[in-house]
């Protein structure tokens, strides 16, 4: 849908929190045209600006959901997607799943 295109990595390679981290803030720029300054761990997602200095809506984290679960090769359960309120919080949802991730 979004087109990322995971790199394929072997077995034994586990996404470091800098590999997280960077494709997380790929995803945000990708799909939001956000600033990568105002991306910080303690920013709350749905207060984040994007392209117009529109803050995101629920419809955007549903994009943003989306989009990491297509760049990741990951399903992310309504009930986690729930739990995610921070930049920090993705960044250590995702660091969670890690060995499960295609970064």
């Known amino acids: ?43 709350r997602l749905m207060k984040l600006k994007g392209e117009n200095n529109k803050e995101l809506d629920s419809f955007d984290f549903i994009s943003l959901i989306v989009g990491l679960e297509e760049r990741f090769k990951i399903v992310i359960a309504d009930e986690e997607a729930e739990k995610i309120i921070t930049v920090g919080d993705l ?10 991730l295609k970064i």
């Not at 077995?11 to 105002?38: N, Q, R």
């Not at 960044?91 to 499960?100: D, F, H, M, N, P």
């Open 91 to 100: 960044y250590q949802y995702l660091a969670g799943r890690r060995r499960e």
């Open 1 to 43: 849908m979004f087109g990322f295109k995971a790199r394929q990595k072997t077995p034994s390679s586990i996404g470091t929190p800098e590999e997280i981290k960077k494709a997380v803030h790929t995803v945000l720029i990708v799909l939001f045209g956000m600033d990568e300054e105002s991306i910080q761990p303690e920013a």
